[in-house]
């Protein structure tokens, strides 16, 4: 049994004056601690990723690895965009962009376990083809879940972390859902965090004149409009360096 917490007594709130001498009542730092474990529950991030930190704290965290000078770049840039949330409705939400195996998804569960922990944000993760079955699953005869089940929670959560966008085949269904998705959230101002392994490509950029056999975009996957939509929406962050996953880890292992 836990041990009851010296300066809340269990309750959950704590007593603090002001310079003024006045009482008020503030949540408790333990009741914070116990409200960020039930959030990082809730939020679908999966255990592989449950430790990502920013910086490793204690064995039951792991901090994020610099391999090249735009890593420190990313991890500033997300630190900061943490510690400044929930900041201005018209404060843009971030969109961590390069090949695999750079650290993308560490650093947006980075983002989202501080907001969880410290600030008690409701964080919900998906990765893009999580998602789309997930909602076809809700078509099954017996399913037992509707649609609005799976797509209501994505639309309202506080924070949005869609993962690895653009992968696989996309449909024109998958086109609707994720438009769906991304333009209820920027209508309604709600941020979002968004990681891709998909060149992004400029907004008015055409396929026309391009090599057939080049690598699709994600205008090309995901179409113009919305891709113009994400770069108002998202700053955009681009990371390089070789991939952690076939060179680092893969070294440490064998070495």
């Not at 309750?11 to 116990?34: F, K």
């Not at 890593?71 to 843009?92: K, M, V």
Request: proline share 4%; glycine share 10%; charged share 25%.
């Amino acid at each position: 049994m836990a041990a009851e917490c010296a300066i809340c007594s269990g309750t959950g709130y704590a007593l603090r004056e002001d310079t003024g001498g006045v009482l008020t009542s503030v949540r408790c730092a333990c009741e914070i601690g116990r409200r960020g474990k039930r959030l990082l529950q809730a939020s679908r991030i999966p255990e592989r990723y449950a430790h990502c930190s920013f910086d490793s704290e204690g064995e039951h965290s792991r901090g994020f690895e610099i391999h090249d000078p735009s890593h420190e770049t990313a991890l500033g840039i997300c630190r900061r965009w943490a510690e400044a949330f929930p900041g201005e409705p018209e404060d843009p939400g971030l969109m961590l962009v390069g090949p695999p195996g750079l650290g993308k998804t560490h650093l947006v569960i980075s983002v989202a376990r501080y907001l969880m922990e410290h600030k008690g944000v409701r964080v919900l993760f998906y990765e893009q083809r999580a998602l789309l079955k997930a909602l076809q699953g809700t078509f099954e005869t017996g399913s037992g879940r509707q649609e609005s089940d799976v797509f209501r929670p994505v639309l309202d959560c506080e924070l949005l972390v869609l993962d690895d966008l653009g992968a696989g085949r996309t449909t024109e269904w998958a086109k609707d859902v994720l438009h769906d998705v991304i333009s209820h959230r920027y209508n309604a101002r709600k941020p979002i965090l968004i990681t891709t392994n998909v060149t992004l490509a400029a907004p008015d950029e055409k396929r026309a004149g391009r090599s057939v056999d080049a690598p699709l975009t994600l205008a090309d996957r995901l179409g113009v409009a919305l891709i113009s939509r994400l770069h108002e929406m998202c700053r955009i962050v681009t990371l390089g360096g070789k991939d952690y996953r076939t060179g680092v880890l893969a070294q440490q292992r064998f070495s």
